[in-house]
């Protein structure tokens, strides 16, 4: 399935008021949705774009060769918390007027069965988006004590009684261990039931796992100072959420910037689609986006 960048309007509307040169920074590549209408918004910008993802990457420079070979256009497999050193690596001079994080997972990743992160594709417990780094989500499913899977479904999957899934996985693994997705989405499916329409049970059970494998919310934590850092005076941080410990540590970063005098908020209430877009794609209804402008200091005016 193709991937649907969200909340594009909302972000180009933003960038329209921002200055006509400079480097942005596309933390999290993914299919280039973002960056492409970014690109063709800002003609004299260039974009630095970022992926754990090889696939994404390699997708990225096969399908945007034009913008590599006239040098818009410039790309790192490498973390967004490691935007420093990527941003060191740009030509001197070079002004970051912003940066754009869109969290989460895209929509090839989703579809791909071998990455492990589906509940309708049978693949292999994976879930890593880099599949070089950490362990994949079946160790977590095979080794981690019912109280500790318990406390991840229902306080990073928001899982209201996780309690007889986690059961029913440590009982289950005893006789076997888990491997692939199919093997746990239908255990859960299986104590769950289909109670929300056209919302898998596992949705939030994956989520969690998925979050955790990748350590996302330290991630995430690590990066927020680090991009404001790399921002021109007047440059803007793009962040868009999908999970509610997602938008809360943006929220509270942002906040603390501006408590520190380091800039203003952009909207003083979150940006979230509109129903047009959320009806058209369903990757949207729970996406927020927040935007942070970095002060002009002193003598910089
Ligand atoms: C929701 S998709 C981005 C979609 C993109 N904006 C578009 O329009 O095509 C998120 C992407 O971020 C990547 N990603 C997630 N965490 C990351 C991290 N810590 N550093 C860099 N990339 C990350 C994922 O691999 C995925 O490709």
């Known amino acids: 399935m193709l991937h649907t960048p969200v909340l594009l309007d909302a972000v180009l509307n933003h960038i329209s008021e921002m200055p006509d040169e400079g480097w942005f920074v596309d933390g999290t590549f993914g299919r280039g949705g973002h960056t492409r209408a970014i690109l063709a918004a800002k003609p004299k910008w260039n974009v630095l774009a970022l992926d754990v993802d090889a696939e994404a990457i390699e997708h990225g420079t096969r399908e945007f060769s034009t913008e590599v070979s006239n040098g818009r256009l410039r790309f790192a497999h490498a973390e967004f918390s490691d935007v420093v ?14 940066v754009l994080l869109d969290l989460g997972v895209s929509s090839p990743q989703l579809d791909e069965a071998r990455r492990g992160f589906s509940f309708y ?3 292999p417990l994976d879930m890593r988006m880099n599949p070089e780094v950490g362990r994949p989500a079946a160790d977590i499913v095979n080794s981690w004590s019912e109280k500790e899977l ?3 479904f229902h306080f990073m999957g928001e899982v209201r009684s996780p309690f007889r899934v986690s059961r029913k996985i440590v009982e289950t693994r005893r006789e076997r261990k888990f491997t692939t997705t199919r093997e746990l989405s239908d255990l859960i499916a299986s104590i769950e039931g289909w109670r929300k329409k056209g919302h898998h049970p596992a949705t939030n059970f994956f989520m969690a ?6 350590n996302e919310l330290d991630r995430l934590t690590a990066a927020l100072p680090k991009v404001v850092e790399q921002l021109q005076p007047g440059g803007r941080f793009f962040v868009i959420t999908f999970h509610s410990l997602e ?13 520190n005098d380091l800039g203003r908020l952009v909207n003083k209430k979150v940006i979230q689609a509109t129903w047009t877009e959320a009806k058209e794609n369903p990757r949207a209804r729970s996406a927020k986006l927040r935007i942070f402008e970095k002060e002009f200091q002193g003598d910089e005016i």
Do not use: C, M, Y
């Open 121 to 123: 594709h049978d693949g």
């Open 209 to 214: 796992l998925r979050i955790q494998v990748n």
């Open 150 to 152: 318990n406390d991840l």
């Open 85 to 98: 050193t990527w941003v060191r690596s740009l030509p001197e001079g070079a002004t970051i007027v912003g």
């Open 247 to 259: 938008d809360r540590i943006v929220k509270n970063a942002f906040r603390e910037f501006v408590a």
